[in-house]
């Protein structure tokens, strides 16, 4: 679980003390188990709460961490140092960028799993990479190409032969991929 230090609860407090309409803090990470992932607190107010948050009380004021972001919380460590200039609030997660899948994991985080763990390493050698985008209703799955894969040639090949193949392969339930990326710019394309 994350630690929210001493010095780090009264820096928060303090802020939260200037806002009228704060219920507390809301701890989150955007895209996690991704190499973009961001460990982020922000103000949480009344309609930001989500169902599944895990409340927690502290001494000096209230976390709510956002459910599908707990698995990647782990060990994590908000910190607030003083310094000459007033002082730092630092937060580490190091679990944040490491996909931890299971099967009992949605299937959103495994499939970013296999997309960057297995897919984007080979399309780097191209300059490339792809980002899920979405998983429809109908089990599809919608990617978006980037780097030296937008505007290439052989992208319907990538596409199907390769990122289809594998997610495929790993996971059966889905029904196929579609691509969403405009591939009319082709100044970073490889091919």
Not at 124 to 137: C, D, I, N
Request: net charge negative; with cysteine.
């Amino acid at each position: 679980m994350v630690t929210i230090t001493e010095s780090a609860q009264e820096y928060l407090a303090e802020l939260l003390s200037k806002q009228e309409d704060a219920l507390g803090v809301r701890v989150f990470i955007n895209q996690a188990g991704t190499p973009r992932a961001e460990t982020c607190i922000a103000y949480c107010r009344e309609g930001d709460l989500q169902e599944g948050d895990e409340k927690r009380e502290m001494e000096s004021l209230t976390a709510w961490f956002d459910a599908h972001s707990l698995p990647y919380l782990e060990d994590a460590l908000v910190d607030y140092s003083k310094d000459r200039m007033g002082g730092q609030l630092t937060i580490k997660a190091p679990n944040a960028k490491m996909p931890r899948v299971g099967e009992d994991s949605s299937l959103e985080d495994r499939i970013n799993y296999v997309l960057y763990n297995e897919i984007n390493p080979a399309l780097a050698a191209h300059g490339g990479e792809v980002s899920l985008v979405e998983v429809t209703e109908d089990k599809y799955v919608v990617l978006e190409f980037g780097g030296g894969c937008q505007g290439c040639s052989a992208v319907d090949q990538t596409l199907k032969g390769g990122v289809e193949k594998t997610l495929l392969e790993q996971l059966p339930q889905l029904k196929g991929v579609r691509d969403m990326t405009d591939h009319s710019d082709t100044s970073q394309a490889y091919y």
